[in-house]
């Protein structure tokens, strides 16, 4: 969509919305689109365009008939666009649901549908529906970001556009392109799941998205309709959890203790093909799924065997092989843009540019006067970005109308007023994104029992859908991940030492250190990723803000200290699994289409876009030693591209790795 085009609808909207009676095609061709040259018939095809996107901004286009004539004639039928038809319903919510719905926005802050989040909320307080609300201490859930394949799977779901991926079958072991009609995205034992129409088999199938080989291509030239009423987490609710087997390894001596505190048994004597470096260790680890398991495996390189079962075996040395595979590939050349932000954007259009606008007018109608760079910041722009939208919003207007006729906005004195908003002060309703990131957050809360019992959540859901109408019916087709804790014992003893201002003293297991230690710490907040709960301390071994994960706690109590007062919790949430330091070592990685979610992941300091698609980011680690257990792990997703030093280790992880599978 061009900028030309971009002003073109605004006033064509506009003029939409405007008109009582409704206007004849030839006069919208004449007074907005100003256009003599062409055909009518390519006139005709502008047109339905035009009235596509706006449909896709939430705004029908209603044809008027007069009375005995056709609606195939373009002489007499009238178009308009009904002013309470396009119009986000009244919601008044409370304080205590105003907090319930901003945890439920804010659960996918980071993830695929963070933005579309951003701007229901907006819409609601654009119309006035949000209360003063303090988050809860101690509550902070959020979804992981589940990778660039949720995002385009997401994405030509709502289209419906059918895709196609290789995957790996977990029932045959073979990597086959499946082209596939998405019906649904939902989480189940802590995996994300494609519900869709199997076009190849000609049935319903399961796709779980981590056996996705290759990057996802959307179909867009092809279209499907999803069976009516279908919901995934029903149809997710029916999937058998996967039996509990047992996985034989052999483990280097005196390596990996968290595998082997999870060992069944005692260990036995080892010996691993080509193991002349010392004794090895047999230990029995019980698994339900090979490829999550395959993918632990994989991480710890040359020191972790598997003897059994085969599909095991197979899936860590495919990774492995993958790793090994990518890193011997040619090496692009790094260079990085003068100006990169921190995080990795997605390229702006002239589409968010014009749904920012629809956003803009009803905001600033029920905020008058505030700073522009308020303004800036609560649409996640630049002040340019913003003036730009105002300079095309104050030449907007009725078609041929007098000066009285064009939106009127100031900013002089960098305080933003408006004063004439022509018919656009109430926000348009909810997208099907925006439905389903508020009401399939909100499904999410369930987990939280503290959330669960009382009656906020279910009165704010019951408000949500009714505003919704529609679009919210198809958040049936998203089902988020379970966020309870899986040790509550561990989060009511943190929650309840924030709140006293208490020290901890915990024993932590640190698997990249590979080691078990004793630490006092001032505990600051709690937060989660999925239903893996974190808190965020102020250590004093290390002398800083470090983040403990729950399930890694083997005890904890207080310590019978008050905190200190250089106890700080770092800005904004999610909370950085990494605090920066100046030692860090500075990385720059190459990562595969299929793996370019892991410059958000970790925190990309500069990101540049290849041609053939990934990316090359710069990446701080604290941990350089870490480093070929992170390549191996992600198996041909990421490879080092500089230091050289730590390129040539991960290789040589990997390939020695590879040398106890054989080669």
Same mark, same amino acid.
């Given at each position: 969509?061009?900028?030309s085009?971009?002003?073109?609808?605004?006033?064509l909207l506009i003029a *939409? *919305?405007?008109t009582?009676?409704?206007l004849?095609r030839s006069?919208l &061709?004449e007074?907005?689109?100003?256009?003599?040259?062409s055909?009518?018939a390519?006139f005709?095809?502008?047109?339905e365009?035009?009235?596509?996107?706006?449909?896709q901004?939430?705004?029908d286009?209603e044809?008027v008939m007069? $009375?005995?004539w056709?609606s195939?004639?373009?002489?007499t039928t009238r178009y308009? %666009? @009904?002013?309470?038809?396009?119009r986000?319903?009244?919601v008044?919510l409370t304080?205590a649901?105003?907090?319930v719905l901003?945890?439920?926005?804010?659960?996918?802050?980071?993830?695929?549908?963070?933005?579309?989040a951003?701007?229901?909320?907006? $819409?609601?307080q +654009?119309?006035g529906?949000?209360?003063?609300?303090?988050?809860?201490?101690?509550?902070?859930?959020r %979804?992981?970001?589940a990778?660039?394949?949720f995002?385009?799977?997401?994405?030509?779901?709502?289209?419906?556009?059918?895709?196609?991926?290789? !995957?790996l079958?977990?029932?045959?072991g073979?990597?086959e392109?499946r082209?596939v009609?998405?019906?649904?995205?939902g989480?189940?034992? @802590?995996?994300?799941?494609?519900?869709?129409f199997d076009?190849?088999r000609a049935?319903k &199938?399961h796709f779980?998205?981590?056996?996705f080989?290759?990057?996802v291509?959307?179909l867009?030239?092809?279209? !499907?309709?999803?069976?009516a009423?279908?919901?995934?987490r029903t149809?997710?609710?029916?999937?058998?959890?996967?039996p509990?087997r047992?996985?034989v390894?052999d483990?280097?001596?005196g $390596?990996?203790l968290?595998l082997?505190? &999870?060992?069944?048994?005692?260990?036995?004597?080892?010996?691993?093909?080509?193991?002349?470096d010392?004794?090895?260790d047999r230990i029995e680890?019980? #698994?339900r799924d090979?490829?999550?398991l395959?993918e632990e495996l994989?991480?710890?390189?040359?020191h972790?065997?598997?003897?059994s079962?085969?599909? *095991?075996?197979s899936?860590?040395?495919?990774r492995?092989a993958?790793?090994a595979?990518?890193?011997?590939?040619?090496?692009?050349?790094?260079e990085?843009?003068d100006?990169?932000p921190a995080?990795r954007p997605r390229?702006r259009t002239?589409e968010? =540019?014009l749904k920012?606008?629809l956003?803009?007018?009803p905001f600033?109608v029920? /905020?008058?006067?505030l700073?522009?760079s308020?303004?800036?910041?609560?649409?996640?722009?630049?002040?340019?970005?913003?003036?730009d939208?105002l300079r095309?919003? %104050?030449?907007?207007?009725?078609?041929?109308?007098?000066p009285?006729?064009?939106?009127?906005?100031?900013?002089?004195?960098?305080?933003?007023f408006?004063?004439?908003?022509?018919?656009?002060?109430?926000?348009v309703r909810?997208?099907v994104?925006?439905?389903?990131? *508020?009401?399939?957050?909100?499904?999410?809360?369930?987990?939280?029992?503290e959330l669960?019992?009382?009656?906020?959540l279910e009165?704010?859901t019951?408000k949500?859908?009714a505003? +919704?109408?529609e679009?919210?019916?198809?958040?049936?087709?998203?089902?988020?991940? =379970?966020?309870?804790?899986?040790n509550?014992g561990?989060?009511?003893?943190?929650?309840?030492a924030?709140?006293?201002r208490l020290?901890?003293r915990l024993? !932590? #297991?640190?698997?990249q250190?590979?080691?078990m230690s004793?630490r006092d710490?001032?505990?600051?907040?709690?937060y989660?990723l999925d239903?893996?709960?974190?808190f965020?301390?102020y250590c004093?071994s290390?002398r800083g803000?470090r983040?403990?994960?729950?399930?890694?706690i083997e005890?904890l109590?207080? /310590?019978? =200290?008050?905190?200190?007062?250089a106890? $700080?919790p770092a800005?904004?949430f999610?909370v950085?699994?990494?605090?920066? /330091?100046d030692d860090?070592?500075?990385v720059t990685?190459?990562?595969a289409?299929?793996?370019?979610g892991?410059?958000?992941?970790? !925190?990309a300091?500069?990101?540049?876009?290849?041609?053939?698609?990934?990316?090359?980011?710069e990446?701080?680690f604290? /941990?350089a030693?870490?480093?070929p257990?992170f390549?191996a792990?992600?198996?041909?997703?990421?490879? %080092?591209?500089?230091?050289?030093?730590?390129?040539d280790?991960?290789?040589e992880?990997i390939?020695?790795a590879?040398?106890?599978?054989?080669g």
């Open positions: 969509m061009s900028a085009r971009t002003e073109r609808l605004l006033n *939409l *919305l405007n009582r009676y409704g004849r006069e &061709r007074k907005i689109y100003h256009d003599t040259s055909s009518e390519a005709g095809r502008m047109f365009r035009d009235k596509s996107d706006l449909r901004f939430g705004f286009v044809a007069d $009375k005995g056709s195939d004639d373009p002489a308009r %666009i @009904g002013k309470e038809s396009n986000l319903p009244d008044s304080s649901e105003c907090t901003m945890l439920a926005a804010q659960l996918w802050e980071q993830a695929a549908l963070g933005s579309a951003q701007d229901a909320m907006r $819409k609601l +654009a119309a529906g949000l209360s003063e609300a303090e988050l809860p201490p101690g509550v902070q859930p %979804i992981k970001p990778g660039q394949a995002e385009d799977l997401l994405a030509a779901m709502h289209a419906q556009h059918p895709v196609s991926f290789r !995957y079958a977990g029932s045959t073979r990597e392109v082209s009609e998405p019906w649904g995205l989480s189940r034992f @802590g995996q994300w799941y494609l519900v869709g076009r190849g049935a &199938r779980r998205l981590s056996r080989t290759s990057a291509t959307v867009d030239k092809e279209s !499907y309709t999803p069976p009423g279908f919901n995934v149809e997710l609710d029916s999937l058998p959890e996967l509990v047992s996985a390894v483990v280097a001596n $390596k990996l968290g082997r505190k &999870r060992a069944t048994g005692p260990s036995v004597p080892g010996s691993p093909a080509g193991a002349d010392g004794a090895w680890v019980p #698994f090979a490829e999550v395959g994989a991480s710890y390189g040359p972790a065997v598997v003897v079962p085969p599909e *095991l075996r899936a860590v040395r495919r492995l993958a790793a595979h990518f890193a011997a590939a040619p090496a692009p050349v790094i990085f843009p100006t990169v995080k390229k002239s968010d =540019q920012r606008m956003q803009l007018v600033l029920h /905020n008058q006067g700073h522009i308020e303004v800036a910041s609560s649409f996640g722009v630049s002040r340019k970005e913003l003036e939208d095309i919003l %104050i030449c907007s207007g009725l078609p041929e109308g007098y009285d006729d064009l939106l009127d906005i100031q900013w002089e004195d960098d305080h933003v408006i004063t004439q908003d022509l018919e656009m002060n109430r926000p909810f997208t994104d925006e439905a389903c990131a *508020l009401l399939t957050g909100l499904e999410t809360l369930n987990g939280l029992p669960a019992e009382g009656s906020a009165s704010v019951v949500l859908m505003a +919704a109408g679009e919210g019916l198809k958040a049936a087709s998203i089902a988020g991940p =379970q966020v309870g804790p899986a509550s561990h989060l009511a003893t943190i929650r309840q924030i709140s006293d020290q901890l024993t !932590y #297991f640190s698997p250190r590979d080691s004793v710490v001032d505990p600051l907040r709690l989660s239903n893996t709960w974190y965020e301390a004093h290390a803000l983040n403990f994960r729950l399930d890694r005890s109590a207080p /310590n019978g =200290q008050v905190v200190t007062t106890a $700080k800005e904004g999610p950085k699994l990494f605090t920066p /330091n860090d070592t500075v990685v190459e990562l289409p299929q793996g370019a892991l410059a958000d992941d970790y !925190y300091e500069r990101t540049a876009a290849l041609p053939a698609g990934g990316l090359i980011a990446i701080r604290g /941990n030693a870490w480093l257990m390549v792990q992600h198996g041909g997703s990421v490879r %080092i591209l500089a230091p050289e030093d730590l390129a280790a991960a290789q992880w390939a020695a590879l040398a106890r599978y054989g």
